[in-house]
């Protein structure tokens, strides 16, 4: 059974603070990705990766860094947050190759004062 | 890119009615259709998805058809029950993109009325 776990269910912080939203998978899976989710917007993807120290931007990066120092591991950075960044995370992994699905972590709640 | 349009946005149907959710795509070389169910506080979980190479696929109440001609496809979900009550994603693949990067639709808030 996939296991994507998140490092926290929620989490507060101040305008200018560095964040950091960590996911493990426990599946081997080669890619990994980092969605936000807001009502109405459905998940936008911010960046993904497809191998270890490998990285690639989604729909909306700006305002995120991530790292992938291991396979199991890939975190996202908020470098210095901001109320508009305020909203659900979510990570997925999936194995590599064509057509094959997603699998979510259980999502953080980030809410930036 | 790829751009996956959702309708409707909220659907409230009475218990044992059917629902049916509707979604296009734009990519024609998309080939991967998963359906995602999300229930309150939950996480996405997939319930469903279809291949290019086939036209319908069902698991007991769901359903997904695929139409590649006109590029949409759906969930129908017969007989609901108010479990059935969650936000609904589907999404479209094309192997192609990235690390095989699923792209959204906006979801579909569907309440099941006892």
């Known amino acids: 059974d996939v296991k994507v776990t998140q490092s926290s269910r929620y989490l507060v912080k101040r305008t200018g603070e560095k964040v950091f939203l960590e996911c493990v998978q426990d599946?081997?899976?080669?890619?990994m990705f980092w969605y936000r989710q807001d009502p109405g917007l459905g998940l936008r993807l911010i960046y993904f990766?497809?191998?270890?120290?490998?990285?690639e931007k989604g729909d909306i990066p700006e305002g995120y860094s991530v790292s992938r120092e291991k396979k199991e591991r890939f975190s996202l950075i908020l470098e210095s947050a901001s109320t508009n960044q305020t909203s659900m995370y979510l990570c997925?992994?999936?194995?590599?190759?064509?057509?094959?699905?997603?699998?979510f972590g259980p999502g953080t709640r980030l809410l930036v004062l | 890119g790829e751009n996956v349009e959702q309708h409707p946005s909220t659907l409230s149907v009475q218990e044992g009615d059917s629902a049916v959710i509707k979604c296009t795509y734009s990519?024609?070389?998309?080939?991967?259709f998963p359906w995602y169910k999300q229930e309150l506080g939950k996480r996405p979980q997939l319930i469903i998805d279809?291949?290019?190479?086939?036209g319908e696929k069902k698991d007991q109440r769901i359903a997904v058809t695929l139409n590649k001609t006109a590029k949409h496809f759906s969930l129908h979900i017969t007989e609901t029950q108010p479990e059935d009550s969650a936000v609904y994603f589907c999404?479209?693949?094309?192997?192609?993109?990235?690390?095989?990067?699923?792209?959204f639709g906006t979801g579909t808030r569907l309440t099941v009325i006892p």
């Open positions: 997925a992994s999936s194995p590599d190759g064509p057509g094959e699905t997603q699998y």
């Open positions: 599946m081997d899976h080669e890619n």
């Open positions: 990766s497809y191998d270890v120290k490998m990285k």
């Open positions: 990519d024609s070389a998309s080939n991967y």
């Open positions: 279809i291949r290019s190479n086939v």
């Open positions: 999404a479209a693949s094309s192997g192609l993109v990235g690390a095989n990067n699923l792209f």
